[in-house]
Every structure is written in structure tokens, then in C-alpha cells.
């Protein structure tokens, strides 16, 4: 007894509607970081700003804010990347 369905063409389009949906869940969610990342950038900024000495502070900030969020989420939030997000966010707020 073999697994290949006998009828290919119903085959074929569940596996275009499986690759099609998976295709769609991969582009939001790559939607959805972008739009977080924009976001946190926006929020690093903002608290910046109300800060005192800004180039300290803004320094402080970021390696708090890394450990923060690598505590409770794991990678991708080292003060790099959230630098990162932060230049991601000043260079698009303006477009």
C-alpha cells in the first residue's frame, strides 16, 4: 500500500493552499516584528529624551533595558539591537 494519492490534482491544490497559508503567516509575521521593532525604537527615544544627561543616560537605558528583556525573552535583545531599533526608528519616522 502506497501513501500517493491517487488523485493528484486534489493533491496538488491542497498543497498549493498549505504552501499558500504558510507563505501568509511567514509575511505577518515579519510584518508584525517590523511594526514592534519600529515601535520599541519609538519608546527607546521617547524616554531618552526626558532623560537628564542623555548620552549616559540613553547608555544606561539600553544595557538595562537588554537584560530586561533577555531575562524574561531570550535572544535578540542585546544593547546592540536595541540601538538598532532605535536608528530603525529615527530613520523611518520621517518618511
Request: charged share 25%; aromatic share 10%; proline share 1%.
Amino acid at each position: 500500500m502506497t501513501n500517493i494519492p491517487t488523485n493528484k490534482k486534489f493533491y496538488s491544490q491542497i498543497v498549493d493552499l498549505l504552501q499558500s497559508a504558510r507563505n501568509s503567516v511567514v509575511r505577518t509575521i515579519n510584518q508584525t516584528m517590523v511594526t514592534t521593532y519600529f515601535e520599541i525604537g519609538r519608546m527607546i527615544v521617547e524616554e531618552e529624551q526626558n532623560g537628564q544627561d542623555r548620552a549616559e543616560y540613553g547608555k544606561k537605558l539600553l544595557q538595562e533595558l537588554s537584560k530586561t528583556l533577555t531575562r524574561e525573552f531570550g535572544k535578540g535583545f542585546s544593547a546592540t539591537n536595541l540601538k538598532q531599533m532605535r536608528q530603525f526608528y529615527l530613520i523611518y519616522s520621517k518618511t
